[in-house]
């Protein structure tokens, strides 16, 4: 089966810097998405990753190991305003999107 | 560029009654819409994608004949959810992808329904 896995909720405070990670298992593989969700609204994209290595953007980088099934998001310098759902999502040989079930990042003053 | 929208962005109405949503892209052809379902506190759950001028491919454990999406035009999409049960409350969430993209879908911001 297709499976993607991150962590329910991750806690961090303001200023810091904060990883999030996600594994996945899918039928092909035609890059990783990751994309932020605040309470309430539609997602917004954030990354796109489909050969290995780092993309940095601004505060975001992305990370993936395709050999590992493995990517993470890192935030740096983190703001209140980082407080959101972040989700993961891996795009198989048929091009439709798996989610995973997104990570809560709470940030604390 | 590449902006989608959604209306209504929430409605409330009666058990067993029908409520259409609509999914536009504003500045660009979308042939490919995706529908969302997002319950509270859990991820998305796609039910179902459309291509222009053909019927949608549902998602298993999705009803086609509840949820019926028409995508008759390169920008317009619309899922009718019909006979309306408590259940169906939820944030309904479209995205559309455009014409030569492969892999990056636009998000509507989404529409909450709540049945009474």
């Known amino acids: 089966g297709q499976n993607i896995d991150q962590p329910t909720e991750m806690t961090a405070t303001e200023g810091a810097i904060v990883q999030i990670n996600c594994t996945y298992q899918t039928s092909g593989f035609n890059g990783l998405f990751w994309y932020q969700q605040h309470a309430g609204e539609a997602p917004t994209f954030l990354s796109y990753?489909?050969l290995d290595g780092l993309e940095e953007k601004g505060r975001f980088s992305s990370f993936l190991s395709r050999s590992k099934g493995y990517s993470y998001l890192l935030l740096k310098e983190l703001q209140m305003k980082d407080s959101a759902s972040y989700l993961c999502?891996?795009?198989?040989?048929?091009?439709?999107?798996?989610w995973g079930a997104g990570t809560k990042l709470i940030i604390k003053p | 560029g590449a902006v989608v929208s959604q209306h209504p962005s929430w409605v409330i109405c009666k058990s067993g009654t029908s409520v259409k949503i609509e999914c536009r892209s504003l500045d660009f052809q979308a042939t490919t819409m995706f529908w969302y379902r997002q319950f509270p506190k859990q991820s998305l759950m796609l039910m179902a994608t459309?291509?222009?001028?053909?019927?949608?491919?549902?998602e298993q454990g999705v009803e086609k004949d509840k949820f019926l999406i028409n995508h008759a035009s390169l920008t317009l999409s619309t899922l009718t959810v019909t006979s309306a049960h408590p259940e169906d409350s939820s944030f309904y969430i479209c995205s559309a992808r455009g014409e030569g993209e492969a892999y990056e879908q636009y998000f509507g911001p989404g529409t909450r329904l709540t049945v009474t």
């Open positions: 459309s291509n222009e001028g053909s019927k949608a491919t549902y």
């Open positions: 990753n489909v």
């Open positions: 999502a891996v795009t198989d040989s048929n091009y439709q999107l798996i």
